[in-house]
C-alpha cells in the first residue's frame, strides 16, 4: 500500500514538474534563436560591407554566406548555415530588398515568445513581439 501511495505522489509530482520543464526548454530555443539570428545579422551585414565598389549588395540566397563566390579564393561570412532553433525542420522565412537580397532572416514559428522586453545593440534590434515570427534579424541601418 506504501508503494502505491508513493507511485501516486511520485506521478502527481511529476505532472506538476512537466509544464516547469517544456516551458525551461521553450526558453533554451529562444535564447538560442536569439544566438544564431544574431549570427545571421552579422553575416548578412559582412557581406553587404565586403561588396566590391560603392554599390552595396546584399546576398541573393543564404547559401552565399557560407561561400562568396564574388571574389578570387574562399571568403566565407559564416562558417555553416544553422536551422531555426524552434523548429530545426522547417526553413528561415527570408526578408528581402527590392533587388531580391536577403536583408534578413526570421523564425516561422506562431509561439509567443517569453522574452518580452525589446533587444538593441549595434548590431541587431527587435521590438517586443507577440509572436516569434515578428523577430526579424537583420543588421541595423539597412535600407
Known amino acids: 500500500m506504501m508503494v502505491m ?4 505522489l511520485l506521478g502527481i509530482a511529476l505532472a506538476a514538474m512537466g ?3 517544456a516551458d525551461q526548454a521553450q526558453r533554451e530555443r529562444e535564447a538560442e534563436l536569439l544566438h544564431v539570428g544574431r ?16 554599390l552595396r549588395r546584399y546576398p541573393p540566397d543564404l ?3 557560407t561561400l562568396d563566390t564574388r571574389f578570387v579564393g574562399t571568403r566565407r561570412h559564416m562558417r555553416r548555415l544553422y536551422a531555426d532553433p524552434l523548429d530545426p525542420l522547417r526553413p528561415w522565412g527570408l526578408v528581402r530588398d527590392k533587388d ?10 506562431e509561439r509567443t515568445p517569453f522574452m518580452q522586453q525589446r533587444v538593441r545593440d549595434d548590431l ?8 516569434y515570427l515578428e523577430w526579424i534579424f537583420s543588421p541595423r541601418n539597412t535600407p
Open 39 to 54: 549570427l545571421y545579422a552579422q553575416a548578412i551585414k559582412s557581406y553587404r560591407d565586403a561588396t566590391p565598389g560603392s
Open 19 to 21: 509544464p516547469r520543464w
Open 124 to 131: 541587431l534590434e527587435l521590438a517586443p513581439a507577440t509572436r
Open 63 to 65: 547559401d552565399s554566406l
Open 5 to 8: 501511495a508513493a507511485l501516486v
Open 100 to 109: 531580391g537580397g536577403v536583408v534578413g532572416v526570421y523564425s516561422l514559428d
